[in-house]
């Protein structure tokens, strides 16, 4: 069984709550798979089951797609994930939880099954899925500060155009605001 979560905190909680349920009629081998494991803590959730044992792995979103989990029959998906946005109104970046998007929430569906017929449980309905959530993530441009991308641009780039130019031209162009506000920081500081 795989349980997508959105963060460490929701895992280590639901974790203890499992521990409680452990000496049932499956005794639960419980792994974790978020940005903080090991590689040895890793590869043991690739690994299959102890004998006589059900195995639930608790993940973030790092199980959609860079982890491969051959035994997984079950997938359950919280439809949550943390990630670092960029608050407008604090000027500076934050880790917040949010739903995600339809397309993770595939690939999230897509673990279960590899080896033998799979199973999903999502935790959100169906319609929820088609009006709320977002096809795709939003690009990573609105959701970091712009100060470090336009000190490369600045000092890489430069013969093809100021920062702005540039980035007004990108297939995802940020706000002019945001990226006038970041020039503007950079000068502050003495960078550009």
């Keep these: 069984i795989l349980i997508f979560l959105p963060g460490i905190g929701e895992i280590a909680s639901l974790q203890e709550e499992l521990e409680k349920f452990s000496s049932f009629a499956c005794p639960l ?22 004998a ?27 439809g949550l994930h943390r990630g670092i946005f960029f608050d407008d109104t604090r000027n500076m970046p934050a880790l917040l939880g949010a739903w995600c998007s339809q397309s993770s929430a595939k690939q999230r569906q897509g673990r279960a099954g590899r080896v033998a017929p799979g199973f999903v449980f ?25 100060e470090r991308t336009v000190l490369k641009i600045k000092i890489l780039l430069e013969q093809f155009g100021s920062p702005s130019s540039l980035l007004s031209q990108s297939l995802t162009p940020p706000p002019s605001a945001r990226v006038n506000l970041a020039i503007k920081e950079l000068f502050k500081i003495g960078a550009l």
Excluded: W
């Excluded at 081998?29 to 102890?50: F, G, K, N």
């Excluded at 999502?122 to 712009?146: G, N, Q, S």
């Design 29 to 50: 081998q419980i792994l974790v798979l978020h940005s903080l494991v090991s590689r040895e803590e890793q590869e043991a959730a690739m690994l299959p089951a102890t």
């Design 52 to 78: 006589g044992h059900c195995k639930v792995i608790l993940s973030t979103n790092i199980a959609e797609s860079s982890i491969t989990i051959p035994d997984v029959l079950y997938v359950i998906d919280s």
């Design 122 to 146: 999502h935790l959100f309905p169906r319609d929820f899925h088609d009006t709320v959530m977002l096809p795709f993530e939003e690009a990573e441009i609105f959701r970091v500060p712009l």
